[in-house]
Each structure stands twice: as structure tokens, then as C-alpha cells.
């Protein structure tokens, strides 16, 4: 497909996009302010350009007079670049050249990362799932050949598929004889390879191999994904918007749901300690179970699959998660030394723990390293294809503990930092995930403080999602809204930063442009929690780093997993200190980390030693007791670092900025 | 072989900043080297203190600390003439306690008229000071940069909360603000970056840590001022290369053993106050201070001495 031109006047920025791309997403992209405040739906009628040239396919609205439209006037969010086009940006619209010539060029580098898969992460594994279907075709008994049915059907198994040394689950062997018959000797046998060789554990009538399917799970303290996957084609198998290939696949192609254990505290520590009251640990073992069986059920419903046809669940979470999945016990996780019960669980039978599948379905926890650094992130590591590299890599997981990794294949070195659940969208007022409707995008005109929102799906906005905040955090510190600490400046031009019920604020949209009968606003105290994640983050890359020698400049990559949304704005998440200001070219953004290694080991099964690797190589530092973690914390708490010199490009646009004014 | 002494490269120099009007006005900062090390560095202008006046009668001063200004107490501009006539003050630290609005709350107009007064009443630089509380005190040093316009006062103590109200009036009436952050090198730069985002020059910018008294934190107090100077004169931390000013008279002598009466496991309670204010004093010195805010004329004596020995 070819790529079409479009430049943006007065400023002369171009950039190249795909056919019919939406023409504010472009302009976003291309780092220019159009004024757009309903999301892109078509509503607030501000985002109006000029057409001077080229062809976009874009209709007549009522906001535009019909001398306007045969002037070459059109809403941008309505209109689709279909050739090379130039664009007008009206002068309410307008920000200074000599601003915008301090921004990153997003010709030369890709600033908006979208979540790379594991296909182009990880390389050399062939689709050779762990659970597996063969359909086998058994000569009927005979009283001269009158083995048992269980020997019967291994035996055709060897014969007709070569797999030697089977056991059987005792639950098959139950309900054997009849359905053999019941088939007419005609079965589909499903397999699964542990670590002492085969086992079979169930048995379908007739030919059923197409239909192999698994679930994979990331239980986050904060939020928990879940994805189905047809384990005989490689790929997720619901999707509701269409396009499922390896890249495109992300937060839609997906169930999720906030983990509900939250309502017992918003952090593990909490939570660990509310499972130590009578009755607590089970309770939390339910909520945590009733939300998977939600999102199975959904999975399910999306994608019409039968329950009878999911053969495998792979589980990756943090070693508290897991514990409280299990049932297991989690008290001294939180007590130093900081000790969990074990690292490498054994598959589970999901129905023991009350997941709504077929009895034969058996769990696979990703192992864990250390008491806060869990399987989930040894799952990032196996997706992201770390453990097979030379280069030296940061591996950065910002969840409501940001863990982070360092190494490459022959060493690994992590820690965890207590983050706070701010990029998924908690302890935010207009906070929510990346789900239709979420704000995602944002930019502010530096004059006038008027905003241009994007919302996933193109519609009103409801709230504010990871990425969201991640920009319009940026903006307002570079349109000087906000001071480097995150408080609103006063006597403004404008009447969206306001005080509100909790103090100062901005109102990202007013109430009838949203969904929710309520102006969506970002409030000083969301900034403060957004600005102790990030530095929180942000510290424990440093003395990770720190403590193997290293600096940030000594990075080959910077592989970044986290919920913001789909996609993650480099230029505005180096602006607010977030990611360390360094070439451009080494971030690779993979969305969900612990998905893509579940899905990984999902599909290849010659994957589960090098998972069991990771885990055993991987060295946890421990930061509770780290004597520079303080510090660096508090110097973090700042936009974009107290220490200017790390962040020399931030600080000449911030200059710059001041000086305009 | 003769000993040399090992040295330590300075690449950092303290800015200067200028206190007051007049012929009396003073400087301070300009240091070159850790405090004292006069054999590594240059210390122009030496350490300057300032004595406290209350705009209000003290209701939990010890006897020993009221002693010396009995006469004085309720009249601001007779104690800091006294202050000044009697115990040579380099400056006057005027403590606008009564504004504070869990206690007195006196209204800022009348405050500001206060400290009018005084700046009127002595030719020496004046520093005022707020009662701490955030809010109140955007008003109150706002109010009183204006009635002092031009006089080049230090108004404190400013923080994150207040610095752009305060900050704004300090430029407006060109007066030194003193950068208040609690313990914490960071959050100390921080606030003087802010300060200077916010258009103060840097030639009106002194940094107050906080201050903790002897047995009460002074340890925190003194290895982040070690940190600030090491960081201003050894790594270019431009943001950092301010004086530093040590409000450290209330914090003394609001110690249980500052307060407590003669007995015989104590000792003499004059002679223990005077003796934990002055070795406060001394130990901020050490760690950097260029101005600190005292009270007890004999404390302050025992710190000139010491001041006067190590600038010899």
C-alpha cells in the first residue's frame, strides 16, 4: 500500500501515513496542534482546516458554512487522506514555527511506538503449541487382541504419531471406554508435554483437531488481561474489530477487567495483609477467580468458541497474584526477608481453583524470581526475546509495580518498585483503561491552552487512559500550564484551569462533548500521582543501572511493556522524565510484556526450559533497603528530573517556551 | 618528606548575594572551598548572624532566653534597635509569629505595618519570616515585599506551595527570598529551580534546609547541607551554588532540655541553653551556613569567637 504525503502549513511539517488515514490522527502524529476537544467524533466542529491542495475524501458538517466547504474547508477528523495533500491550519490553531522546530522530527524518528508482537521479537521458535491434538483411528478390540482401552489407544497413538512414553489423567480414563465406542474407535486425543514427558488428558469423538484452543492470563495487581488463542493457526482468536495479525493485536483483540481484589487494598502489600484476617485469603482467592471466570466467559462469547474446546491456560502475574490465585499462603512474601513459597509451581488443574473450564484443562504459571519480581515479568522477558540477545537491554514493565530487567542472554538483574496504578488509569479522577472511548491522545496549543483530544474508537470521550495521561501531562508542562512540579500556574489565558472540588485543574473536555455527564478534567492531585509513578520508575532504572556500572547511555534498547493504551508517544514520555532522553531508535514498545510471553509459551512449547532459564538466571536487587533509592525517588519527583543535565532536550524546549511568553 | 596537605579541587563558587540597603547592607556567600578550609579556597565574606525579634510577646521562651530582652518584649522596634545597639546583630530576624492563623492571626496589612517599623528602626538588613503557615504566608510576604518596596529584605520561609506568590513579590520589590524545603537536597534544588523558572535572579535567592536541633535532627540538617556544598562546589550544580540560611534559634530552644529548669542531673538551665544553641550554631557553620538566625547574646558571642578563630 502506498504511502501518501501530507504536509501541514503554515509550519511546512510533513509526514507520510497510509491510505485512508484520518487527517487529525495524521496531524497528531506529525506533532501539529489542530483544536479538537469531542475526541474525533465529529461533534465540537473545531478541528476545521483548509484544503489547499491534494484530495482527501471528507464530508459536508454542520459546523461549516457552504461557502466554507467550497473554500476547501472540513473538519480534519472527518476527513481520510485518499493522495498527497496539503493542509492549512487555521490561526486559532496555530503554534509558534519556533516551538514546533524544537520538537522531535517524527520523520526521522518513530516517536509514536505501536506494541511490537512476538513474531518480530523473538526469533527462531517454530508454532509447536505444548497442548496439542492428534486424531487417531483405533482397530476395534477383537478377542484375539483384547488389551485394555487405555493400552488400545496409546498404542495407536506410538503407532500412528510416534509419541512414546504417555501418561493418562485418571479423569480420561473414566469416561474411556464408552466414548471409544461411542466414536467408533474414531478420536481426537488431546496431549500436553511436561517435564516427564507426555500426558494425555483428554479425549474427543471424531476429528476435532481445528479447534485447539488456549487461554493466556496476566494477572496485574491492578488490572487483569485475558486473550484466547487458536493454538493450530498462531493467533489470537477473538477479535472483535477485525485485524489480528501479531502487530495489530492489542488491547481490543482482548478481555479485561480491574482486578477486584483492589476493593481490599490498592497495592499487594495491602492486600497481603487483608488475606491474613479470617477467611481473607479465600476471599481474595474467589474475587480474583469470579473476575477470571468473567473474562473467560467473555472471551468465550466474543470469539463463539465452546468451553469444551480450551485445552490449556497459561497464567503469568506477580508472585503476590500468583500465591492469591493459588490459594497459597502470601505472609511472608511481605515480611523481610522477603521470602515466597515457591518460584516453580506445578501445572494446576484449573477447575481445583474454581476456573470455569473442562476439567482436563491444567494451568501453567509462568515461575517467579523473587518475592516482587513474578512470573509476570519472566513472561516479559521470554516475549520480548531478551534472553536471546547480545545487546545489552533495559526492560521496563510500568505496572502498579514497575519491575525492571536488565541483561541480555547470559545474565539478567531486576527490581521492582512500588509505581502506583496511575498509567492504568487508577487513583486518576477521569481515569480509565484503554478502551473505547478513553482519551488517548493529547495536545495543547501553547498560546491559548485550548486541547486536541483523540479517544480510542473515535468517540466521546469518557475518560482518560496510560498514554492519555502521558501526554497531556507533556503539554501542559511544555505550554506552561503546569510547573516542573506538576502545579498549575494561575492567571492564565484561558478558563480550563480552574479550581475544582480537588484544587486546581484543566478541563480536558466539557460535558457536552463527553459520554458522562461530567467536564473531564486532569486534577493537580492526578498530576502528583502520575509524577510519583513515573519517578518511582524512573529511580529504579537508575539504581539498577547504578549497581551493575552502568548508565543509561550504555543501553543498546529499551524495551518498555505497560497498559497505557495502544500506543506509547516516546517524544512525551522522554518530556515528563518517564523514559531517559536517549536515542529514539533504541525503544521498542511491546504493550502488554506478560501476554506476549504467555502467548509465546502458548505456542511453543520448546520454550518452557528457556522460561525456567530466565527465571533461574534472573538476580533480584532489593530496593526496600536500598540506601540511594530515596534519593533517587525524590529527584525523579520532577519535571522532567531535578538533574537538567540528564535531560538537556526537555529543558531547551521548556526555555524555550518561557521565553515566548 | 615535609606533609602536604591532600586538597580537594573546587570547580563550583557559592553566589553572591547582597542583604539590605544602605551602608550597612552585607553580602554573603562567595565561597570557594568547603566552610573554612581557607587553605583550599577563598571565604570573602565570613558568616553573619542575625537575632531574632517576635512580633509579639513569646509565650514558651525560657527563662534564660527572656532574660536578655525583658525590657524589649511586645515592641519590635525598641527589641531589634536593642538587638542591634546592644548585641551588634548583623541582621535583624523578625518573626511575624502573631500572624500564624491557629493562633493570633493577625491580619497581614498590620503585620506588614510591623515590619515597616522595624526596617525603619535599624540600619542593618532585615529578614522576615512568616509564622509557616503556606497560605497565610503567600499573603503576608506579598503584603510586606510591597510596604518594603526597594529595601531588599529576606522573606521567608518560601515554599513549593507559595513560591509563585511570594517569588512574584520578591521580583516585583526586588527583595531575597529564603528557599525553604524540608531536609531533602532534591526537593531544596527543585524549589530553586522553580524560583528561577519563575523569573527570580539569582543574585535574590538564599536556601534554608530546615533546620533540626541538637539531639533533634541536626544530623539530617548537616549532611544534606554537606551534600549541597559538595554538589555546588565539587559537581556544577549550578542550581545549588546558593547561601544558606539557618533558622535555628527556635529550634533549639524549644528542646525539652532547652526548657527544663535547673536540677541536679541537668545542671544550670542558662548555661544549658545558651550552650545547645551555640553548638547548633557551630555545627552549621561547619556543615555551611553563611547566615543564621540566633537568640541568646551569649551564644551568639561563643559562635563569633569560634567564627573569628577559624577565619584567622
Known amino acids: ?661 | 618528606m615535609a606533609f602536604s596537605i591532600p586538597k580537594t579541587t573546587y570547580t563550583g563558587k557559592i553566589k553572591e548575594v547582597a542583604l539590605g540597603k544602605g551602608p550597612k547592607a552585607i553580602t554573603v556567600g562567595g565561597e570557594t572551598s568547603y566552610p573554612f578550609h581557607l587553605f583550599e579556597g577563598e571565604m570573602p565574606h565570613p558568616p553573619r548572624i542575625a537575632i531574632e525579634v517576635y512580633d509579639t510577646p513569646p509565650d514558651e521562651w525560657s527563662e534564660a532566653a527572656l532574660e536578655p530582652y525583658r525590657d524589649v518584649l511586645g515592641d519590635p522596634v525598641a527589641w531589634a534597635k536593642k538587638a542591634a545597639a546592644v548585641y551588634g546583630a548583623d541582621l535583624i530576624a523578625l518573626q511575624l509569629v502573631s500572624t500564624d492563623p491557629n493562633g493570633l492571626n493577625t491580619p497581614s496589612d498590620q503585620a506588614a505595618e510591623t515590619a515597616k517599623k522595624v526596617v525603619a528602626a535599624v540600619d542593618i538588613p532585615v529578614i522576615v519570616n512568616g509564622s509557616g503557615s503556606h497560605e497565610k504566608d503567600a499573603e503576608l510576604l506579598r503584603k510586606v515585599a510591597e510596604t518594603c518596596d526597594g529595601l531588599n529584605l529576606v522573606v521567608g520561609p518560601v515554599v513549593v506551595d507559595n513560591y509563585k506568590q511570594i517569588g512574584a513579590g520578591a521580583i516585583a520589590y526586588k527583595h531575597t527570598v529564603a528557599a525553604n524545603s524540608p531536609i531533602d537536597i532534591n526537593l531544596a534544588k527543585q524549589l530553586n529551580i522553580l524560583l528561577g523558572n519563575l523569573g527570580v535572579p539569582d543574585g535574590q535567592i538564599v536556601v534554608d534546609p530546615t533546620t533540626g536541633g541538637l539531639g533533634y535532627g541536626i544530623e539530617y540538617t548537616y549532611s544534606v547541607m554537606e551534600r549541597d556544598r559538595m554538589a555546588a562546589l565539587t559537581q556544577q550544580d549550578e542550581r545549588l551554588q546558593f547561601p544558606i540560611i539557618c533558622d535555628l534559634a527556635k529550634e533549639t530552644w524549644k528542646t525539652k532540655e532547652a526548657k527544663a529548669g535547673d536540677s541536679p542531673l541537668m545542671g544550670n538551665a542558662a548555661k544549658r541553653g545558651v550552650l545547645m544553641e551555640a553548638i547548633t550554631a557551630q555545627l552549621l557553620l561547619l556543615a555551611g551556613a553563611d547566615v543564621l538566625i540566633m537568640r541568646h547574646p551569649e551564644a551568639i558571642r561563643l559562635v563569633r569567637e569560634m567564627i573569628a578563630d577559624l577565619m584567622a
Open chain 1, 1 to 661: 500500500m502506498g504511502k501518501h504525503k501530507v504536509t501541514f502549513q503554515p509550519s511546512d511539517r510533513h509526514i507520510f501515513v497510509d491510505e485512508g488515514e484520518n487527517l487529525l490522527q495524521a496531524a497528531m502524529e506529525a506533532g501539529i496542534h489542530i483544536n479538537a476537544s469531542c475526541g474525533g467524533n465529529a461533534t465540537c466542529g473545531k478541528c476545521k482546516v483548509k484544503i489547499v491542495g491534494g484530495a482527501v475524501a471528507s464530508p459536508m458538517h454542520a459546523g461549516l458554512s457552504e461557502a466554507e466547504y467550497a473554500d476547501g474547508y472540513r473538519l480534519a477528523c472527518l476527513s481520510t487522506v485518499t493522495g498527497d495533500v496539503d493542509v492549512d491550519i487555521p490561526l486559532e490553531s496555530q503554534v509558534d514555527k519556533s516551538v514546533l522546530a524544537l520538537k522531535g522530527d517524527r520523520l526521522a524518528a518513530p516517536y509514536l511506538l505501536s506494541p511490537k508482537d512476538i513474531f518480530q521479537l523473538v526469533q527462531g521458535w517454530d508454532v509447536d503449541p505444548t497442548v496439542f491434538k492428534r486424531y487417531v483411528e483405533l482397530d476395534p478390540p477383537t478377542l484375539n487382541d483384547n488389551v485394555s482401552d487405555l493400552t488400545r489407544l496409546t498404542h495407536a497413538i506410538y503407532r500412528q504419531h510416534g509419541i512414546n512414553g504417555i501418561s493418562s489423567d485418571f479423569r480420561l480414563i473414566m469416561k474411556l471406554s464408552r466414548l471409544l465406542r461411542k466414536a467408533d474407535w474414531k478420536v481426537t486425543v488431546t496431549l500436553v508435554q511436561t517435564r516427564k514427558g507426555y500426558k494425555l488428558i483428554n479425549a474427543e469423538a471424531g476429528d476435532n483437531r481445528q479447534q485447539n484452543y488456549s487461554i493466556v492470563l496476566d494477572i496485574g495487581t491492578t488490572t487483569i488481561f485475558g486473550q484466547i488463542l487458536n493454538l493450530n493457526e498462531c493467533r489470537v482468536a477473538a477479535c472483535p474489530d477485525g485485524a489480528c495479525d501479531g502487530a495489530t493485536i492489542f488491547a481490543l483483540a482482548e478481555a479485561s477487567d480491574y482486578n477486584p481484589q483492589i476493593s481490599y487494598g490498592e497495592d499487594v502489600i495491602t492486600r497481603i495483609v487483608y488475606s491474613q484476617k479470617p477467611g481473607g485469603l479465600k476471599k481474595m482467592q474467589e474475587t480474583v477467580v469470579a473476575s477470571i471466570n468473567g473474562i473467560i466467559d467473555e472471551l468465550l462469547k466474543m470469539s463463539r468458541i465452546d468451553r469444551s474446546l480450551v485445552s490449556h491456560l497459561v497464567v503469568a502475574g506477580n508472585t503476590t497474584m500468583t500465591q492469591l490465585l493459588l490459594g497459597v499462603d502470601p505472609k511472608y512474601i511481605r515480611e523481610a526477608p522477603y521470602v515466597p513459597t515457591a518460584n516453580l509451581i506445578p501445572p494446576v488443574r484449573a477447575v481445583h481453583l474454581g476456573i470455569n473450564v473442562g476439567d482436563h484443562v491444567h494451568i501453567y504459571l509462568f515461575p517467579c524470581v523473587a518475592s516482587y519480581v513474578g512470573g509476570d515479568i519472566v513472561a516479559g522477558i521470554l516475549g520480548s526475546g531478551i534472553f536471546q540477545r547480545e545487546a545489552l537491554t533495559l526492560y521496563m514493565d510500568i505496572g502498579t509495580n514497575g519491575e525492571i530487567v536488565i541483561g541480555n542472554k547470559d545474565w539478567l538483574a531486576s527490581v521492582s518498585c512500588s509505581a502506583g496504578p496511575a498509567f492504568e488509569g487508577a487513583g486518576i479522577k477521569f481515569g480509565m483503561r484503554a478502551t473505547r472511548g478513553a482519551i488517548e491522545e493529547v495536545s495543547i496549543n501553547p498560546r491559548t491552552c485550548e486541547p486536541m483530544i483523540l479517544t480510542i474508537g473515535r468517540v466521546k470521550p469518557i475518560g482518560i487512559c496510560g498514554s492519555g495521561l502521558i501526554d497531556a501531562v507533556a503539554e501542559l508542562l511544555e505550554a506552561g500550564v503546569i510547573d516542573q512540579k506538576g502545579k498549575f500556574h494561575q492567571n492564565l489565558p484561558t478558563k480550563r484551569v480552574r479550581k475544582g472540588e480537588d484544587g486546581y485543574e484543566y478541563v480536558l473536555a466539557y460535558k457536552n462533548e463527553t459520554r458522562i455527564q461530567d467536564d473531564i478534567v486532569l486534577t493537580e492531585i492526578d498530576i502528583e500521582n502520575l509524577i510519583r509513578t513515573k519517578g518511582s520508575i524512573y529511580a529504579g532504572c537508575k539504581v539498577l543501572l547504578k549497581s551493575v556500572g552502568l548508565g543509561f547511555k550504555d543501553l543498546e534498547q529499551i524495551i518498555i511493556a505497560g497498559g497505557f493504551g495502544r500506543h506509547l508517544d516516546l517524544e512525551k514520555a522522554i518530556f515528563i522524565g518517564l523514559l531517559p532522553e536517549i536515542d529514539a531508535r533504541k525503544f521498542i514498545f511491546v504493550g502488554n510484556g506478560s501476554l506476549l510471553g504467555a502467548r509465546l509459551l502458548s505456542f511453543s512449547k520448546e520454550l518452557l526450559k528457556e522460561t525456567e532459564r530466565i527465571a533461574l538466571m534472573m538476580t533480584n536487587l532489593e530496593l526496600s533497603n536500598h540506601a540511594g533509592f530515596m534519593d533517587e525517588f525524590i529527584a525523579a519527583m520532577f519535571l522532567p528530573h531535578t538533574d537538567a543535565s540528564a535531560f538537556p532536550g526537555v529543558h531547551k524546549r521548556l526555555r524555550a517556551g518561557r521565553e515566548a511568553v
